[in-house]
């Protein structure tokens, strides 16, 4: 272990395995300890300030040691810090269900409580499955799920998920959903050519449906924007085909609002872009910015009534958690749509997520190594072309630029922020030349030749998607 090294940097390897990480690279650049935050920054153990540009993994929404938030936690800590949610309710979780109708999309009017996103999904799953074998419908059991998705990591999760780093290990343990094609945004395709290929992408879904549909008890989505597949954006004109088509064949559509939800993508959930309303909804990440563990999921009155009955027909849906319905996560998810509509936050993410786009646009437009900018409301990321084959791009230039005070975080050869609204358009500015200059140091370092990359992009410009 380096000599550098703090000792707290020393005991944290000594004992802990970090998650969503190789620990051996860990040897020579160790997780930095941050011993406090405040709003957009993050401050490690020798006062040195990071902006936190990806929101801490996409949850923190209105910045660490949000006043607001922290008076209500102060509050209900003193009042009510847990009780069993079997046969005992309170008020933060009547309350947040009643304002949480105000807000979702038609129908999703019951609700259940869970404490992580993976566990929502596995919820959903089990609740699509039972409904259809208590309505006279045994035989639907099949899952579908769009190609490159990710719903979480817990078994039932990975078998509608479609990225290899996290499934490819447990496919002896997985039960596989069918994946179909989607059709991604493309700035290159003319507006025929893109309709091309959502329509044969549609297609494909139709076939699916059309032959299987009898056995198909929902199909789950990430609602426009597919994370971990490297922040991929699709069609909204999709999104509403989908929706029509599931319900013309009693299939549930879950629409998976885990990362998504909660104003991310200039709207209070990323569903409503195609004006949909579906089954099943899964809420967590920004419903507690990050404060507190705590997950739903928001069904219709339908689909409650199919498990309503009296205790001896066996009807119950049997899926519990310890912290089901938190008294300090609904308090604080409480507060959070109090925030949205006293501080008109989704004008605001609107405002600044125009900014990002445009200063975005202004920085690297022209430059020969991106092969493509997306952004949809406060989320932005930068694809690089292949400039350094056999190289962990991403790491590398995560590393330089949280040498120079920002959290990015990288997928691949992507680089993505999706940071607090409270962030500023000076920061936003700051954000973006810090992400110019690590890319442009990474390719100095690697003495990477920019006019063999210009030569690939004209190449690929030609290439057709389909």
């Known amino acids: 272990m380096a000599n550098n090294f703090t000792e707290l940097q020393k005991k944290d390897l000594k004992y802990i395995f970090h998650p969503c990480a190789q620990m051996k690279d860990f040897e020579n650049n160790p997780p930095l300890v941050i011993k406090k935050a405040e709003g957009l920054y993050l401050i490690d153990e020798h006062g040195k300030k990071y902006m936190d540009c990806i929101s801490s993994w996409w949850v923190n929404l209105f910045g660490h040691c949000n006043p607001r938030i922290n008076k209500v936690i102060t509050e209900q800590i003193n009042t009510l810090e847990h009780v069993i949610f079997a046969n005992f309710a309170h008020e933060p979780a009547i309350q947040l269900c009643e304002e949480l109708e105000k807000v979702l999309p038609n129908g999703l009017n019951k609700f259940l409580f869970s404490d992580n996103g993976s566990s929502s999904i596995e919820m959903a799953l ?7 074998l208590q309505t006279g419908n045994p035989q639907k059991t099949k899952f579908i799920s769009l190609q490159n998705a990710y719903h979480g990591e817990t078994i039932g999760a990975l078998g509608v998920g479609d990225v290899d780093i996290f499934t490819e290990t447990y496919r002896p343990l997985i039960k596989e959903g069918r994946k179909v094609k989607v059709p991604y945004l493309n700035e290159n395709l ?27 008890a929902c199909m789950i989505v990430e609602p426009l924007v597919q994370g971990a597949a490297g922040m991929m954006m699709y069609s909204h004109n999709y999104l509403k085909k989908v929706r029509e088509l599931t319900k013309k064949y009693n299939i549930h559509l879950i629409d998976d609002e885990i990362a998504m939800g909660f104003g991310r993508t200039g709207k209070m959930f990323a569903c409503e872009h195609a004006g949909i309303e579906p089954d099943i909804m899964c809420i967590a990440k920004g419903l507690s910015s990050g404060y507190y563990p705590i997950a739903m999921v928001c069904i219709t009155t339908d689909i409650f009534n199919a498990f309503y009955a009296d205790y001896k027909e066996g009807k119950s849906f049997l899926h519990s958690h310890t912290y089901s319905g938190n008294p300090l996560g609904c308090r604080i998810a409480l507060e959070i749509l109090r925030i949205f509509k006293e501080e008109n936050i989704l004008e605001l993410v609107n405002k600044k997520g125009a900014y990002l786009k445009k200063q975005a646009q202004k920085i690297f437009s022209n430059k020969k190594y991106i092969k493509e900018y997306r952004h949809i409301g406060l989320i932005g990321a930068l694809e690089l072309k292949d400039i350094a084959p056999n190289e962990r791009v991403g790491r590398q230039i995560y590393e330089i630029a949280l040498k ?8 691949g050869n992507t680089i993505y922020f999706m940071p607090p609204y409270i962030i500023t358009e000076e920061e936003i500015d700051i954000l973006l030349n810090v992400c110019l200059e690590s890319i442009e140091e990474f390719i100095q370092i690697k003495n990477i030749d920019l006019d063999k990359i210009s030569e690939n992009k004209k190449r690929e410009n030609n290439d057709s998607p389909f």
């Open 190 to 216: 003319s507006p025929d050519e893109f309709q091309k290929y959502e329509d044969e992408c549609f297609a494909d879904l139709v076939e699916l449906i059309e032959k299987n549909h009898s056995e198909i």
């Open 404 to 411: 120079k005070g920002v959290l990015i975080r990288p997928i």
């Open 126 to 132: 089990k609740l699509s499955f039972q409904y259809h």
